[in-house]
């Protein structure tokens, strides 16, 4: 069974402790306050660490980003958020840049449109990490038919759910997920493991904390 924790702690917010905020939104990470035991077994507040890692992490100067090093936070932001190797994205940008129309936009769409990424959005997992593994557990079904390629490309129509009776704790976190799903997504009223795709989105639509400019410029370099 998939770990739906996976991905709340550890390296995966490194660069949110650089950047001084959560990519995600996630409450429990470094960089905000949360409740944390104490070894007397009382609760406390923690100190959020929105710094850099390590020994030095909390003295340590931010330094002011060259332009290159901008462009380059920017495109490590995108790949973090989408939780992307390289390769990945590196594939993805260019697949998005051939043809016609905006390829900032084409991009967004594609990276939005991934299978693990709208199980992410929809709440049939809690994390972009969580659906990564849902996916590849082969709880998620499009269509009927399993699915365990977290790159699979959606499109208008597709309709995805989770068969309760093989995943039933998978469907019990989708079930009580609070997730305010986006225009482009539909959960069907009466089935919460139900969600059906209806068109593909807006770049208005797709809230991603990076400058996409700044992200098609660095690639302009390469």
Request: proline share 5%; aromatic share 6%.
């Amino acid at each position: 069974m998939a770990n739906t924790k996976s991905g709340t702690h550890g390296a995966k917010h490194t660069l949110c402790r650089r950047i001084g905020f959560c990519l995600w939104g996630m409450p429990n990470c470094p960089t905000n306050s949360r409740v944390i035991k104490t070894r007397e077994g009382g609760d406390a507040t923690s100190t959020p660490k929105a710094y850099p890692a390590g020994q030095h992490g909390p003295t340590k100067r931010r330094v002011k980003l060259s332009t290159y090093g901008q462009l380059l936070l920017e495109k490590q932001k995108l790949k973090t958020f989408y939780d992307l190797s390289e390769h990945q994205l590196t594939f993805i940008y260019r697949n998005s840049k051939r043809g016609v129309g905006n390829t900032g936009d084409k991009l967004l769409a594609n990276l939005e449109m991934r299978l693990v990424s709208i199980v992410y959005r929809s709440g049939l997992a809690p994390t972009i990490f969580a659906a990564r593994q849902v996916v590849s557990h082969r709880h998620i079904l499009v269509n009927g038919r399993v699915c365990d390629r977290a790159s699979y490309r959606l499109k208008a129509g597709d309709v995805l759910t989770i068969n309760e009776q093989h995943s039933p704790m998978i469907a019990k976190i989708a079930k009580e997920s609070t997730v305010t799903l986006p225009p482009y997504l539909e959960k069907d009223a009466n089935d919460k493991c139900k969600v059906t795709v209806t068109r593909e989105p807006l770049p208005e639509e797709i809230h991603v904390d990076v400058s996409i400019i700044k992200v098609i410029e660095y690639y302009n370099l390469h």
